[in-house]
């Protein structure tokens, strides 16, 4: 009984982002310069946020996290 009791207090991580009021959606975060970029569907187009004061190219390079 204590392990399905357990269980009930285990939550996934969107459930946890959902209960701070943040829709869920993936995360893209540069590489370079640490800029957060949100994008549902896809990885973000290198430049969205503007240039990358970090990077040669100027542009973000970014990963989901």
Known sequence: MESTKEMKNIKPAYAVRL???VFVGADWQCK??????????????????????????????FFQM
């Open 19 to 21: 209960g701070k009021g």
């Open 32 to 61: 370079y310069c640490g800029y957060i970029a949100k994008s549902y569907n896809a990885q973000p187009n290198s430049s969205v946020g503007g240039p990358c004061p970090e990077s040669n190219s100027g542009k973000h390079a």
